[in-house]
């Protein structure tokens, strides 16, 4: 008896809509069912998924996916936000603001992710895609929800256009995100410091290309892990 494919039940974001078209040639196929599960698009012999954030939700569908077939993961970063904020969504006249963010995405950023499954990568049918996207995010005022963003929700984000690709196709192509900076022995917060990031953040980057095989435990610094990079680092 042939499963059922398991389709996702939530309202698709705008962002992945819009990033499953920018995507899709003429030839491919959307929403297909492969293996028991949806794929977002399916080009010939390859299938591609795009996933705006949280890799744990699709961390067994690859594994399994992967077992068979080659896979294209897509996760959009973008290098350019416009933040739009609404004072009420209920009144379409209400104060609207649009600013642009001074933020910009990082590569490095990827490690929060995929720290649910980095040593994926290991596998040659399995492939990482940054899409450098131009993008609007819209939020409206709510006290009660928004208290990490000063009383604002973020409720969607929306593609504005795609203005380029990163493509990590081997554990050695994320050799360039760590940074110089960190020395020949580094711990987690050196991670952290270099990248202008929080101490856990350090610890997920560590986690992930200690999973590659690109960086080693060699001892400690104080209480803390002491890494280096591996000779497989080195000779990149």
Not at 16 to 43: F, M, N, Q, S, T
Not at 137 to 152: P, Y
């Amino acid at each position: 008896m042939t499963k059922a494919p398991r389709i996702t039940t939530y309202n698709e974001q705008p962002l992945h809509a819009a990033l499953k078209a920018w995507y899709a040639g003429p030839e491919d196929r959307l929403e297909v069912p492969v293996d028991g599960y949806v794929i977002d698009v399916v080009r010939e012999d390859r299938l591609i998924e795009i996933q705006t954030a949280n890799f744990s939700s699709i961390k067994s569908k690859l594994w399994a996916l992967t077992e068979k077939h080659c896979v294209l993961l897509v996760y959009p970063l973008p290098k350019e936000k416009w933040l739009v904020k609404r004072w009420n969504l209920e009144d379409p006249d209400s104060k609207t603001e649009r600013r642009k963010s001074p933020k910009h995405g990082k590569p490095h950023e990827i490690f929060e992710e995929l720290v649910s499954f980095p040593d994926l990568i290991s596998r040659d049918n399995f492939e990482i895609e940054i899409a450098w996207t131009r993008e609007e995010e819209l939020r409206h005022r709510d006290k009660r929800r928004g208290w990490r963003r000063h009383g604002w929700v973020v409720d969607e984000r929306r593609l504005i256009d795609v203005i380029g690709q990163q493509r990590f196709e081997k554990p050695s192509d994320f050799a360039s995100l760590l940074p110089a900076t960190v020395g020949d022995n580094f711990t987690t917060k050196d991670l952290s410091a270099a990248t202008a990031r929080g101490r856990r953040f350090g610890g997920q980057m560590a986690y992930c290309l200690r999973k590659m095989g690109l960086i080693e435990r060699i001892g400690k610094r104080g209480r803390a892990y002491l890494y280096a990079r591996s000779a497989s680092f080195k000779h990149e």
